[in-house]
């Protein structure tokens, strides 16, 4: 079974900037390169939602509201996906999940990293 680790999240000020990973584990029988990857957020009280994801190969979709300010990015050698968020606001502040989706379909999920925007 695939599993999914995300770090990288923390307490960060109005303006600044945080990078997250995932990485993916027990990959046995897992080509990486082959699935879509992806990055949610779900914020207290409210539906997770799609922040950004990236194919097989290389295209990027973002959320509107973070368009220009965040970039999601893979590295297939180290089957890790990883997103680099600059200009944070406090409405960014939520638990950010990895998501990997399988060509078939199956999706994995990780357990999510917080992500707190405040002065």
């Known amino acids: 079974q695939v599993q999914l680790g995300e770090s990288g999240g923390g307490l960060v000020q109005p303006g600044g900037s945080l990078r997250l990973s995932c990485a993916a584990s027990r990959t046995s029988g897992m080509t990486f390169s082959t699935y879509a990857m992806g990055w949610y957020r779900q914020a207290s009280g409210n539906p997770r939602e799609l922040v950004a994801t990236?194919?097989?190969?290389?295209?990027?979709t973002y959320a509107d509201s973070v368009k220009g300010r965040f970039t999601i990015s893979r590295d297939n050698a180290k089957k890790t996906q990883y997103l680099q968020m600059n200009s944070l606001k406090p409405a960014d502040s939520a638990v950010y999940y990895c998501?990997?989706?399988?060509?078939?379909?199956?999706?994995?999920w990780g357990q999510g990293t917080q992500v707190t925007v405040s002065p």
């Open positions: 998501n990997a989706q399988a060509p078939w379909g199956k999706a994995y």
């Open positions: 990236i194919g097989s190969g290389g295209t990027t």
